[in-house]
């Protein structure tokens, strides 16, 4: 007498097939979308932790975000304390370079409130308020471009 359903061994079949393909997947995922998504992350979130930070310490801070030199830094104004700093092109963004779009810096600054007080692209206020930054991948040349605005919120694209 035969009952209906599966055998043991079919089922220890499609497990193993299921997880081939699982393995095949997790290494057909593009790391380099995933090393610029983290770097992304990374900046937009200093950003906003700076403006936090404005409020919270009740001072100016300052984010400079340096095209020449592969690094964004996070500055108390008046300690000139440096609270934050990425590099880029070295530590978890060894393959990721930044690039600022018609400009080689751009410079945010907070106050106490947490107030945007503008930004400048090479030491001249733009005219809209907004910054472009691009991080990209070295070797595929996967892009993301995230847009700043003066208060420190930011779209990425």
């Given at each position: ?79 000139a304390r440096v609270l934050t700093r990425i ?43 907004t910054a472009t930054v691009a991080l990209i ?21």
């Amino acid at each position: 007498m035969r009952h209906a359903g599966f055998s043991l061994l079919e089922l220890l079949v499609v497990i193993a097939i299921v997880g081939i393909l699982g393995a095949i997947a997790a290494v057909a995922y593009p790391r380099d979308r995933v090393q610029v998504d983290q770097a992304v992350e990374r900046l937009t979130r200093s950003i906003e932790k700076a403006r936090f930070d404005a409020i919270h310490l009740n001072k100016f801070i300052e984010v400079l975000i340096d095209q020449d030199a592969q690094l964004a830094t996070v500055t108390d104004v008046d300690g000139a304390r440096v609270l934050t700093r990425i590099s880029f092109g070295s530590d978890e963004q060894a393959q990721v370079t930044l690039r600022v779009e018609d400009a080689t810096a751009i410079r945010l600054a907070f106050d106490a409130r947490g107030m945007g007080r503008g930004v400048e692209l090479d030491s001249s206020i733009t005219a809209d308020g907004t910054a472009t930054v691009a991080l990209i991948h070295d070797r595929t040349g996967f892009e993301r471009s995230i847009d700043f605005n003066q208060y420190g919120l930011s779209e990425v694209q």
